[in-house]
């Protein structure tokens, strides 16, 4: 009678119309979500970049970034991505000359994790092009360099506001590219607004 007594009493079934976690976290199991999230997802992101380059002459400058992203949910929690992301640098290769503009190009493939409801961290990599116009040459003349090899993407975000579909949100990634003269990092800190 005391073993009964001191016994965990059974849990109660779900009350009725109540949700089962149980059903729900099977469903996406399935990749097919049962959050606001669902099906294919499109974000577009702008704002400040930064590229910095090790081993890479004249790389280092400040201007744009943008990012383009098709996703497709597959849990409630995770995003699967395909990314296109440019950042672009201005530099003045003289004193008497005009502003040339370098840019870093990556196209990715990777996912995006919901940490809470509007808290999320990426990662991707993919292949990586980066053009230099009238950078310093290693024969010590100025002229156009492509350097190209792969890369990797790390980033986080956090959604700001919902309305509907539509979110607008905040996001910081930092990108690096492996090529035959060092490695290139770009940066970026942008506004963006998703659907899904």
Do not use: C
């Not at 040459?137 to 700001?160: C, I, K």
């Amino acid at each position: 009678t005391l073993a009964h007594a001191d016994a965990t009493p059974p849990t109660p079934p779900p009350a009725i119309g109540a949700p089962d976690p149980a059903v729900a976290d099977a469903a996406d199991a399935n990749l097919e979500s049962t959050e606001n999230r669902s099906g294919l997802t499109f974000a577009a992101s702008f704002g400040g970049g930064l590229i910095l380059g090790f081993g890479i002459k004249d790389s280092v400058g400040r201007g744009g970034s943008l990012s383009l992203r098709l996703g497709h949910v597959a849990t409630k929690r995770t995003v699967i991505t395909f990314e296109l992301a440019v950042t672009a640098a201005l530099h003045k290769p003289a004193m008497e000359s005009g502003t040339e503009t370098n840019t870093n190009t990556n196209l990715l493939a990777g996912a995006l994790y919901y940490m809470n409801p509007s808290l999320w961290v990426r990662f991707a990599s993919g292949i990586g092009v980066y053009q230099g116009r009238q950078v310093t040459l290693s024969t010590g003349q100025l002229g156009n360099v492509t350097l190209s090899g792969p890369a990797v993407l790390a980033g986080v975000g956090v959604d700001l506001a919902r309305f509907k579909s539509a979110v607008l949100g905040i996001e910081f990634g930092t990108s690096a590219m492996i090529n035959n003269d060092g490695v290139l990092l770009a940066s970026g800190g942008h506004l963006g607004l998703s659907f899904d």
